[in-house]
């Protein structure tokens, strides 16, 4: 019988160029791709075609949690597709109705919409904050500069980085940037037309910068008082990374701003529903990446009084929620329950955290210093770094990066001079410090 669709040419196994040529001839060049080709994972460890081992200290810009080709990862995904892999929205099924009532029980009551990415989650937000302002004219989100929202056309109008927008104007109207941080800012760019602000608890594109706890609760009481919605991009530094579920439980828990009523949810009262009394909340979150450990899956969480604004017809996704997703999403809050993986991201994110900052006082010509919480860590490179050896047309930070790739370590660049570690969140205290090690070579024969 005659084939309608041909087979694709078969790819000569372990060749680099091959891929590389299939790459360049079919898929649309939007990428910036390392010379990379990779073939398969295990735990924190990516192989190349080639058969070269990196420890993978980016897990794909923070989505696998527990590494790579975890078990619980497969069996779930296995399991539930011999059940049934989608199912419409247009009915009910148990792993959509769990996993929400997980991710409720994490953060406070509330309800969530789920769909398959983060830029489709902030557009939940977005489409939030409209109808939420829409009998009385506000639609305006304000968002931060330097902040990261997906690359729809609202999440780059979100966006604070020229960048990501150049080419693709006029933007989406509704949406105004002020200095991170700055709480005086977002109060004077306040308008009649305003309707929401949306920030990331720590900046991830940006740079790796965390919220002062400060700012989190004056935005908060700004919010209240001027009736907008609170926002908060979840999708990077949500999920345990920080050792909390969410970055803003974690950089409240440091300060006694907050009073005593602090978010005190833990992946191990999640998964029952549970909820306990909090003195902040954002009205909306939105999640993705870690959420489904490498399987897309994003969402959004609306707080209470908000949670029935998108009625039924106002939003949806085909796939959204679906049985597949939502049953390995549910898998990954398990695991880190059992394997206390939020404890983990925050004891090894401490380790590897101060084991930069020696690099940083050891190396200041290569390393100026180490911030960020958790396992969302960013490494910024000393202004000066001229010595580097490859490509003088990339930034220092992909150059930075090239150099690890060489000596078998990916991390991913943030911008010009800063690079982030966003290992799997059951990265091991001795991979860690093999990391480490790598990085010290690195900086001691930059700084020769
Ligand atoms: C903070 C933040 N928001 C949104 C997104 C967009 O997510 P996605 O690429 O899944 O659409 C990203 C992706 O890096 C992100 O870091």
């Not at 200290?57 to 619980?72: D, E, F, K, M, R």
């Not at 300060?255 to 602090?262: E, I, N, Q, W, Y």
Request: charged share 20%; with cysteine.
């Amino acid at each position: 019988m005659k084939e309608i669709v041909p087979a694709p040419p078969p790819v000569v196994r372990n060749d680099v160029a091959a891929v590389q040529k299939l790459f360049q001839q079919h898929v649309v060049p939007s990428y910036g791709r390392f010379e990379i080709v990779l073939s398969h994972g295990s735990g924190s460890y990516v192989y190349d075609v080639t058969g070269k081992r990196y420890l993978d200290l980016g897990s794909g810009i923070a989505v696998s949690a527990l590494g790579h080709a975890h078990p619980a990862i497969t069996e779930a995904l296995v399991d539930q597709s011999r059940k049934l892999i989608h199912a419409s929205n247009f009915y009910f099924h148990e792993p959509q109705g769990r996993l929400a009532q997980a991710l409720a029980g994490l953060l406070g009551p509330g309800k969530c919409f789920f769909c398959n990415s983060g830029g489709e989650a902030n557009e939940g937000l977005f489409k939030l904050a409209r109808k939420f302002g829409h009998e009385e004219g506000r639609f305006e989100v304000i968002s931060t500069l330097n902040s990261f929202h997906g690359r729809t056309l609202a999440g780059i109008a979100a966006t604070g980085q020229e960048k990501v927008r150049k080419g693709f104007e006029p933007m989406v109207p509704g949406f105004r940037q002020v200095p991170y941080n700055d709480l005086a800012a977002v109060e004077n760019a306040i308008s009649p037309t305003t309707a929401a602000v949306l920030i990331e608890g720590i900046q991830g594109e940006g740079g790796v910068s965390p919220a002062r706890p400060d700012y989190l609760l004056g935005l908060r009481r700004l919010c209240d008082e001027k009736k907008l919605l609170l926002l908060m991009d979840g999708v990077q530094d949500g999920h345990f990374r920080t050792g909390r579920f969410q970055s803003f439980q974690r950089i409240l828990e440091s300060t006694d701003l907050a009073g005593p009523d602090l978010p005190v949810a833990t992946a191990e009262t999640c998964l029952g529903g549970g909820s306990s009394p909090r003195s902040f909340l954002p009205d909306a979150i939105s999640m993705a990446k870690s959420l489904g450990g490498g399987f897309p899956i994003g969402a959004i969480w609306v707080r209470g009084p908000y949670a029935d604004l998108l009625s039924a017809g106002s939003h949806g996704s085909t796939y959204g929620g679906s049985p597949l997703a939502c049953a390995v999403a549910l898998k990954v809050l398990e695991v880190v329950q059992r394997e206390k993986l939020a404890d983990n991201a925050r004891q090894i994110g401490e380790y590897l955290k101060a084991g930069l900052a020696r690099l940083a006082q050891t190396y200041p010509q290569v390393v100026r210093s180490a911030r960020g919480l958790g396992l969302m860590l960013g490494i910024e490179l000393a202004p000066d770094i001229q010595t580097l050896p490859v490509d003088p047309s990339r930034t220092p930070a992909v150059r930075f990066a090239q150099l690890l790739h060489a000596a078998g370590v990916l991390t991913i660049p943030a911008g010009v001079q800063v690079l982030r570690l966003l290992p799997p969140l059951n990265l091991s205290r001795g991979e860690a410090e093999e990391g480490l090690a790598v990085m010290e070579t690195v900086a001691s024969k930059l700084a020769s």
